[in-house]
């Protein structure tokens, strides 16, 4: 009884594990704001722009470029992971079919006395 019971937990916990959904933080999730500013702005000191821009430098400012640098630039945004709801489907599917089976199997162990 002992070990049917145990065998039936690990078989569920797994079924759970394998279904389990990566984390999306993808949705716009709200942040607390405070309603009103707390600290009264200040003004930023009058900065004196020159309209005639620096002169340019003597040397680049990156001598070698390394080949397959990094594309730093914005990423593209992902249209979806295909095929999520037919794998969680077929993991639901299966787990009921699954704890069928056990539910089964118990009772007639259970009828014939084994």
């Known amino acids: 009884?002992?070990?049917?019971?145990?065998?039936a937990l690990a078989l569920g916990c797994t079924a759970v594990l394998a279904s389990?959904?990566?984390a999306s933080a993808d949705g716009a999730s709200p942040t607390p704001a405070p309603?009103?500013?707390?600290?009264?702005?200040?003004?930023?000191?009058?900065a004196t722009a020159s309209p005639v821009p620096s002169a340019e430098p003597t040397r680049p400012q990156v001598s070698v470029v390394p080949s397959g640098a990094?594309?730093?630039?914005?990423?593209p945004t992902a249209s979806g992971s295909p095929g999520n709801g037919?794998?969680?489907?077929?993991?639901a599917a299966a787990a009921v079919v699954l704890s069928g089976g056990?539910?089964?199997?118990l009772r007639r162990r259970?009828?014939?006395?084994?």
């Open 1 to 7: 009884m002992r070990r049917t019971a145990l065998t």
């Open 102 to 105: 056990t539910a089964l199997l």
């Open 110 to 114: 259970r009828a014939t006395g084994a």
């Open 20 to 22: 389990a959904m990566p």
């Open 86 to 91: 037919a794998l969680i489907g077929s993991g």
């Open 35 to 46: 309603a009103s500013p707390t600290a009264v702005p200040t003004r930023a000191p009058a």
């Open 70 to 75: 990094p594309d730093t630039g914005v990423t």
